[in-house]
């Protein structure tokens, strides 16, 4: 996938047949930490929400999104190759930890540019992010689950990987129901 820099993106992937991948908090945990690494390094992060079979990034390109890496054969951009890394490190965690074997998310991820010139787009892809759990009804407010980007904008998670200022300028949101 080709990433223009200072353009928005819904990153998202499945698990393979839906079967659940995280299983437990420190599943969840392991895998934002590796987000922490291999994203948020690559892209700024506006929004993310991991559920129990799938996850939501929206990320905003930055310079290094765009960079080249050679990965063997292939020539990645950086945010590209952040989202290989993750999914293969998470994959290797599972099934060292659930001993199982093979790989455990769909093998084409999903990206979805947004136009950053009309927030409008970005803002509905904020608000689709995190109202997944209220939509698969895993939770019966947005407070209520743990896995979601909504939970910093909040002041009620310390994770730091969204980049709140950012999201001001692409998100059109009241702002003041924040605890920015």
């Not at 993310?48 to 990320?59: A, D, Q």
């Not at 292939?74 to 930890?97: M, P, T």
């Amino acid at each position: 996938m080709k990433i223009l820099e200072d353009f928005s993106y819904h990153v998202y992937n499945q698990s393979n047949n839906g079967v659940k991948l995280f299983l437990d908090d420190e599943d969840y945990i392991y895998f934002l930490n590796r987000a922490k690494v291999w994203i948020a390094e690559k892209a700024d992060i506006l929004a993310y929400c991991i559920m129990p079979n799938h996850f939501h990034f929206l990320i905003h390109a930055n310079a290094k999104s765009s960079e080249i890496v050679k990965v063997g054969s292939l020539n990645l951009n950086g945010v590209s190759n952040g989202f290989r890394l993750l999914q293969s490190q998470y994959a290797q965690y599972f099934n060292r930890k659930y001993g199982k074997s093979g790989s455990v998310f769909r093998p084409k991820i999903n990206w979805k540019p947004l136009n950053s010139s009309s927030g409008e787009y970005v803002t509905n892809c904020f608000n689709y992010i995190h109202n997944n759990p209220l939509e698969a009804s895993l939770s019966a407010n947005l407070e209520g689950w743990k896995y979601s980007s909504y939970l910093e904008y909040c002041g009620l998670k310390k994770q730091l990987l969204v980049d709140k200022q950012l999201a001001k300028q692409y998100v059109k949101a009241d702002w003041e129901d924040f605890d920015l």
